[in-house]
Each structure stands twice: as C-alpha cells, then as structure tokens.
C-alpha cells in the first residue's frame, strides 16, 4: 500500500470538507469510528454521532471556509496508517471575515474493501495550563 494512496484519501476527504458535504465526509470513516474531536463532548462513538457533531460544525460556519493539512506524514504497515498534520481551518463570522487557527490532527486508517477508511481520529488545539485558554494564535 502505497503513501500515495493515502494521500489521495486525505484529499478526498479534504476536498469534502471544503464542500461541507456531510455524506461525502462521512464516507471517509468506518461504522464504528472513535473521534476526538477539539469541540463538544470527550469522544464520538460511532459514525452516527460522529456524522451529527460533523453537520452541527458544518451549519454553525456558513459562508467561506478553510481546511488546509499542512505537511501531512504517513506511516503505514499492511492494511493499517497513522497520519498526522497541523489543520489550517476555519470558516466566516458572522460579518463575512474569515477566522482560522491551526489544529493538530492525527488520523488512524485501516484498509477496508479496497479503501483507506479512517477508524480514529483526534483534532486538538494547545492549551495555555496556567489560564486553561486555547491557543489559537500559534502559528507553525
């Protein structure tokens, strides 16, 4: 299995996002997903609940959006990845600007009936431990 795969699976999956097609999102997970997301509760089980966290994301940032992996790496061994990347996302306000800050993602895959399907999946973002405040300024 080739790192080119992936990368094309990164990219459609990407690409979804950008189109906030929530289907064509969730077609990139397996049924039973475990996610940690850096929004809502401490763990999604399940594409279901998964699919409801993503469309709720998807009707609170109308307008513009950004999702842009940066630097992507992979490790692959047989029918199982890790990938892992710092996110540039964000999406528009509620006066047309656009808001972004960088995520860090870590994506766990498995092949599945020809396709790299993702299993697991963990966004978050820095704290600051003395004012338990997100750093969303940080830059790569």
Same mark, same amino acid.
């Given at each position: ?7 094309? #699976? ?9 189109? /906030? ?12 997903? %475990? #996610?940690?997301?850096? %929004? ?41 990845? %890790?990938?892992?990347? +710092? ?17 860090? %993602? ?18 978050? #973002? ?6 338990? /405040?997100?750093?969303?300024? +940080?830059?790569?």
């Amino acid at each position: 299995m080739s790192q080119s795969e992936l990368q094309d #699976a990164l990219n459609s999956w990407t690409e979804a996002c950008r189109s /906030k097609d929530v289907a064509r999102i969730m077609s990139h997970y397996v049924e039973d997903v %475990v #996610a940690y997301d850096a %929004v809502g509760p401490l763990r999604f089980q399940g594409r279901s609940a998964y699919q409801a966290h993503w469309q709720a994301c998807m009707e609170m940032c109308s307008g513009e959006g950004r999702f842009d992996p940066h630097e992507p790496s992979f490790n692959v061994s047989a029918d199982l990845a %890790v990938s892992h990347y +710092l996110l540039h996302c964000g999406g528009s306000n509620d006066k047309g600007e656009l808001e972004t800050c960088w995520m860090r %993602v870590t994506q766990c895959l498995r092949r599945q009936a020809g396709r790299w399907l993702i299993f697991h999946e963990h966004f978050s #973002a820095p704290c600051d431990m003395e004012s338990g /405040k997100a750093l969303f300024d +940080l830059q790569p």
